[in-house]
């Protein structure tokens, strides 16, 4: 059951420019929200998470948007550099256990 | 504390035989969970423990999956008669506390395994 989507499975942005991925879920009942990012041969890093009773959480280049009533959610990064090329997963928590998108891999050109 | 270590990183075995990984979690987390990621996919639920109960087994994959913490602190997952078809990362991570922080989990490297 594919509970987080993560309908893009690649993007490719050039150095400077705004990164946007997007995350789908249909379980209403989650109630955190993060983004992780993963280095081939590394397990995922946790990058930035939100509550569902917020709407928008930053840290640095880093923010994640949430809409509840579209059950969507995106991570913005601006400005993209080189180094934040990798996969990037989102995920959803309802305090049990974790659920994982797909995954995209995003790609900054220089 | 150097994180989530799981051992061996890479394990190449004959199909039908038995595996088992280790995980060792940070040492102040009481959660403990195991993954599994296929590639193309993002990681899959497959059980977790509070300290040394096993709460959640139900998604393991089958009957050849199991999972122990016999002491809460590292825990052990073993695949019985392996098939082709669990060719995979193994992954295992840890949290603190009972409730998802704002931190999420700290993965380790995982456990690639190869079965032919």
């Known amino acids: 059951d594919q509970q987080v989507k993560q309908n893009s499975p690649s993007l490719s942005v050039q150095e400077g420019r705004i990164s946007i991925l997007n995350c789908d879920y249909t379980?209403?009942?989650?109630?955190?929200f993060l983004w992780y990012k993963k280095y081939p041969a590394e397990g995922p890093t946790f990058l930035i998470s939100i509550s569902s009773i917020k709407d928008k959480n930053e840290d640095g280049r880093f923010t994640v948007f949430l809409n509840k009533s579209a059950k969507h959610l995106s991570l913005h990064i601006v400005p993209s550099q080189p180094g934040d090329s990798a996969v990037y997963f989102c995920?959803?928590?309802?305090?049990?256990?974790?659920?994982f998108g797909a995954g995209t891999r995003l790609t900054v050109k220089p | 504390d150097t994180g989530v270590s799981q051992d061996p990183r890479h394990k190449i075995t004959k199909r039908g035989q038995n595996v088992t990984f280790r995980c060792d979690p940070i040492s102040e987390h009481n959660r403990l969970y195991w993954y599994r990621q296929t590639l193309g996919q993002g990681p899959e639920f497959l059980t977790y423990f509070q300290n040394e109960a096993q709460l959640e087994k139900s998604r393991l994959l089958s009957d050849r999956f199991s999972a122990e913490r016999p002491k809460g602190s590292f825990s052990t997952l073993e695949i019985q008669r392996t098939e082709q078809g669990d060719s995979a990362m193994y992954l295992c991570a840890s949290s603190r506390g009972g409730l998802i922080s704002n931190y999420g989990y700290t993965f380790g490297s995982g456990t690639r395994l190869t079965v032919v």
């Open positions: 379980n209403s009942m989650f109630d955190y």
């Open positions: 995920a959803a928590s309802d305090n049990n256990d974790m659920r």
